[in-house]
């Protein structure tokens, strides 16, 4: 193989990559232009290394086996778990199909590592939207799913007993049960913390909110704020 195949490899590895990057990107994604150049490039230099390196003695499947097992150590840099959301999948997803154009970019398969880019590439701009289309439509038809929530107001300590009573009876509603109240003092006499799990058969932020208004109308509170967790993935 000449230096001038080798140079058409490797720049069709990196051109590929950063057209996918590009995209990524445009949509502010964590992963983008060099990044997703970056992995291309790389996976194309480990094939050309594997395949024409160690006086023709390389083995390329070997070097192709490893580039798949690991970028998945680069892409679970990417994935974010905060509660129960997990994001960044996509992204990882889009850096492991970009090590793959340039292994065959490297690999001397430029058409199909030119089709691949422009497939990943129209994935990730025409199957977005798509997914939030379903996702809208599975939000409407399906029945709706336990949920947890978690309610917190913050008052001064010598209001505590009281602020715990009206808590407490706002959220007793014929859809919420109430689980467990608990309040706990904050630090530098800020006062106290008062927390409350409820759980309902059907999640409805409505009662929240509507306990919400319930309670913030007493002036010994200085701060309410809830959270929900969905239970229906939950054995």
């Known amino acids: 193989m000449t230096p001038w195949e080798v140079a058409i490899r490797i720049g069709a590895g990196l051109l590929f990559g950063a057209a996918i990057g590009f995209e990524r990107q445009w949509r502010s994604r964590s992963a983008g232009l060099r990044t ?3 992995v291309s490039l790389g996976s194309a230099l480990f094939v050309v290394l594997g395949a024409y390196s160690f006086a023709g003695h390389g083995d390329p499947t070997r070097v192709a086996a490893q580039i ?6 680069l892409g679970a ?3 974010m778990k905060q509660g129960s959301t997990v994001s960044g999948l996509n992204t990882a997803a889009t850096l492991w199909a970009s090590a793959a154009v340039g292994a ?14 422009g497939t990943i590439i129209a994935a990730n701009m025409i199957l977005r939207p798509m997914g939030r289309l379903l996702d809208r439509q599975h939000r409407e038809s399906r029945e709706d799913s336990p949920a947890e929530y978690i309610f917190e107001v913050r008052c001064p300590t010598d209001a505590e007993a009281d602020i715990r009573r009206l808590v407490f009876d706002a959220l007793s509603r014929p859809d919420l049960t109430v689980q467990s109240i608990a309040a706990r003092d904050l630090p530098d006499d800020e006062g106290v913390r008062i927390t409350v799990t409820a759980l309902t058969d059907e999640r409805d932020d409505r009662e929240i909110e509507a306990a919400i208004a319930d309670v913030i109308v007493a002036p010994a509170i200085t701060e309410v704020r809830w959270s929900v ?3 229906s993935g939950i054995d």
Do not use: R, T
Not at 68 to 73: A, E, K, L, P, T
């Open 104 to 117: 065959l970019a490297g690999g001397g398969m430029l058409w199909v590592s030119l089709a691949g880019a």
């Open 77 to 79: 840099g990417v994935i």
């Open 68 to 73: 798949v097992s690991g970028i998945g150590f």
């Open 229 to 231: 967790a969905d239970l």
């Open 36 to 38: 997703n150049a970056l």
